[in-house]
């Protein structure tokens, strides 16, 4: 904000004083030192720009969360503090709603490993990120990259995330690949079918085949692959 009000007005030097209520409320006070009149600023604008800068990360991803599940809140209130502070700074919101959306739906169930998949084109640089969350510990990265270099994908990066502070083994295999072509995936047309046949790679159900590209270019399943 310092910055912000700096640049807006053309200060040479920005002081605050914060001040705490007595009902938990913090009001900031700034004060920018600029040299000649003061330059006309729309306070309107100003307003929005200092509200939207103003929130916080929680704030963010509850607005990506508000169209996946019914209690946003209480989902984000389980997980934020489980999320280490990198993670928050370095995963684009609608990934990381995305993410936790799965780690809940893995902590709730019986199973031990969960696939997701969706399209990111955070800053410009598109790709698709595959995450394998598992609810025991870090996997070998040779049994997930062959299952997805089987389905023609090209691995262009692999960002593990550990998650929780209590031992709870928790992890986030996030795979940024791109498709044969070189573009990110047609997601809603072999998203879910390429999710199935990358969780039964991985837990050994089936054998990575060169034929599971078919998965990314045609509209069989990993079932009828193997046929």
């Known amino acids: 904000l310092q910055e912000y009000f700096l640049e807006e007005f053309g200060g040479t030097s920005v002081d605050y004083q914060l001040s ?9 006070h700034f004060t920018v030192w600029i040299d000649g ?23 963010r991803v509850t607005d990506h969360l508000e169209s996946m599940v019914d209690d946003p809140t209480a989902l984000l209130r389980r997980w934020s503090s489980q999320l280490p ?3 928050k700074t370095s995963t684009s919101l609608a990934v990381a709603a995305g993410d936790i959306c799965h780690l809940d739906a ?18 410009g640089d598109s790709l698709t990120r595959i995450a394998v969350y598992t609810s025991d510990g870090k996997l ?13 994908l090209r ?7 550990r998650i929780g502070h209590n031992g709870t083994g928790m992890f986030i295999h996030d795979v940024g690949v791109l498709g044969p072509d070189g573009e990110t995936l047609d997601v809603e047309r072999c998203g879910s079918r390429l999710v199935d046949s990358i969780e039964a790679g991985i837990i050994g159900l089936t054998e990575p085949d060169s034929l599971d590209r078919l998965i990314v270019h045609t509209n069989l399943d990993h079932e009828q692959v193997g046929i």
Request: proline residues 5%.
């Open 20 to 28: 705490l209520g007595d009902d938990g409320t913090a009001r900031i």
């Open 37 to 59: 009149p003061v330059p006309d600023v729309a306070f309107d604008a100003l307003e929005q720009k200092v509200v939207e800068m103003s929130r916080t990360w929680e704030d």
């Open 85 to 87: 502070d990198y993670y």
């Open 106 to 123: 893995l902590a709730q169930s019986t199973d031990h490993l969960r696939v997701g998949i969706q399209n990111d084109d955070t800053d």
């Open 140 to 152: 070998e990265l040779s049994r997930i990259l062959p299952v997805l270099e089987a389905a023609g």
């Open 155 to 161: 691995i262009v990066e692999e960002v593990p995330t």
